[in-house]
């Protein structure tokens, strides 16, 4: 393993990567501290994965030498993908009139979208897997990659004209060129939170899996994509010169979102501060409640299905084991919890 290749594995703190041999995936993780929502590490974090792959195709020898040809967006938080802007930070920016770590802030989020949006400019292709909530941010970042793989019991929305602000880090670009800019703005102005399938009737899902079967629908998906790769990278290529998401143009917006922060009055940041509450609980405004919801995770550190495993096995002592004694099969699932407005 080249000295490049192991710099895109860390260390992080708020992020987690990982290698599938068998799929040539990346799969990079939100692994907050605190919030699952985007705090300054993580998007500096973040930001330092995608400038390390594209340091180790630099280095390397070729297109045939590379062996990133997927790189996945997923969440180690059981039923959240991401509730975007670290609103806590916001607040107190906003109060203190801070307009250039506004700005920091909001260009960093820049910088990660457009890089997904144009798969690095490298000869990969870029796949969100959310299950669970994404919400703001976290949707603008599930909407940056190629194709958005979502469970049926997911959430997406821009909650933030709740506060009186609106998604300023690729919502509007992205949803335009997806749904128009009618559906665009309604989906903007009225604040609502959107189930999996309403997301995938409006196509801004492109693949609808099961609750719990979302690995499976990843992987089912490059298996699939992998036989016409060249064609179908080649017509992301054409999508971008046709109807480019330019740089320039998401910059110019979350400028426009600098501003509109910066004008918000004490009673739309005690609105914000009640979402930050919502936050900390790890969940905001959902409309389903499904039963559970288990963290995904790769090939190499995922659990045996119990309907796979014949009794009696035996443990490290030689010891036979006639049933399985475990109430819960994943320990880290858990009740998605409906949170009020």
């Known amino acids: 393993m080249s000295t490049q290749f192991r710099e895109i594995f860390g260390p992080y703190k708020e992020m987690s990567v990982r290698y599938d041999h068998n799929q040539e995936a990346l799969w990079c993780y939100f692994n907050p501290a605190q919030r699952p929502c985007f705090s300054p590490r993580m998007l500096k974090e973040s930001k ?5 792959v594209i340091r180790y195709f630099e280095a390397g020898k070729g297109l045939d030498e590379f062996p990133i040809r997927y790189l996945i967006l997923a969440s180690q938080t059981p039923g959240v993908f991401n509730l975007g802007g670290d609103l806590e ?4 920016l906003i109060q203190n009139c801070n307009r250039r770590q506004l700005l920091e802030y909001a260009t960093y989020c820049i910088d990660i979208c457009y890089t997904n949006t144009v798969n690095l400019n490298l000869p990969l292709t870029t796949i ?14 599930a909407m940056s990659s190629n194709y958005l ?4 019991h997911s959430q997406m929305g821009l ?5 009186n602000l609106f998604p300023g880090m690729g919502a509007y670009s992205f949803l335009g ?3 128009g800019m009618v559906k665009a703005e309604e989906m903007i102005t009225t604040g609502k939170i959107y189930s999996g399938p309403e997301l995938h009737k409006m196509g801004l899902v492109d693949i609808l899996a099961e609750s719990g079967q979302g690995y499976e629908a990843v992987d089912c998906f490059i298996r699939k994509h992998r036989r016409a790769a060249n064609g179908l990278q080649s017509v992301h290529k054409v999508r971008q010169i046709f109807n480019p998401v330019t740089y320039e143009e998401l910059m110019d917006i979350a400028k426009v979102w600098v501003d509109s922060a910066l004008q918000l009055k004490d009673k739309d940041l005690k609105t914000m501060a009640r979402f930050v509450l919502a936050q900390n609980r790890g969940q905001m405004t959902a409309q389903h409640k499904p039963k559970k919801v288990h963290l995904v995770r790769t090939r190499q550190d995922r659990r045996l299905n119990p309907t796979d495993t014949a009794f009696p096995l035996f443990d490290s002592n030689g010891n036979e084991i006639f049933y399985d004694r475990r109430k819960n099969f994943d320990r880290r699932a858990i009740d998605i919890m409906q949170v009020s407005n």
């Open 48 to 52: 330092q994965i995608q400038q390390a």
């Open 89 to 92: 930070l916001f607040i107190h």
């Open 128 to 141: 969100s897997y959310v299950e669970g909530s994404a919400l703001g941010g976290g949707f603008e970042s």
């Open 149 to 152: 793989i979502a469970e049926k």
């Open 159 to 163: 909650p933030e004209i709740r506060f």
């Open 177 to 179: 060129r997806k749904v």
